[in-house]
C-alpha cells in the first residue's frame, strides 16, 4: 500500500469504525496568565479572524500571542495616562486633594 505524505512525514491513523483518523494533537504551550485586553482580542479572534485564531491554537502559540496583546495593550494604557496627568498638569497631590 502506498502511504500518504502525513505517513510519510511520521504521521499515524487510528481506525475508529471503518475511518482511519489521524492522530493529531496540539503542540504543548507554557501557560501565562492573559488580562482582560488578552481575552477580549481572543474574543474579536474568535468572531472575526477564525482562520487567525485557528492558526494560532494549532501551532500552540496562541497563549503567548495573547500574554503579547495584553501586556502591550497595558503599556499603552499607562503611557496614555501618562501622557493625559502631563499634558493637564496633573500631580498626585492635586489628585487625591480634588
Known sequence: MIKSIFERLGGEYEQQGDYLIPCLTVPAEEEQAIGIWGRRHLNYLKQYRIV???????????????????RQAQERSH???????QAQSITVLRALST
Open 79 to 85: 503611557r496614555l495616562i501618562e501622557d493625559i496627568k
Open 52 to 70: 487567525t485564531y485557528t492558526n494560532l491554537f494549532t501551532s500552540g502559540r496562541l497563549n503567548t500571542y495573547l500574554a503579547d496583546i495584553d
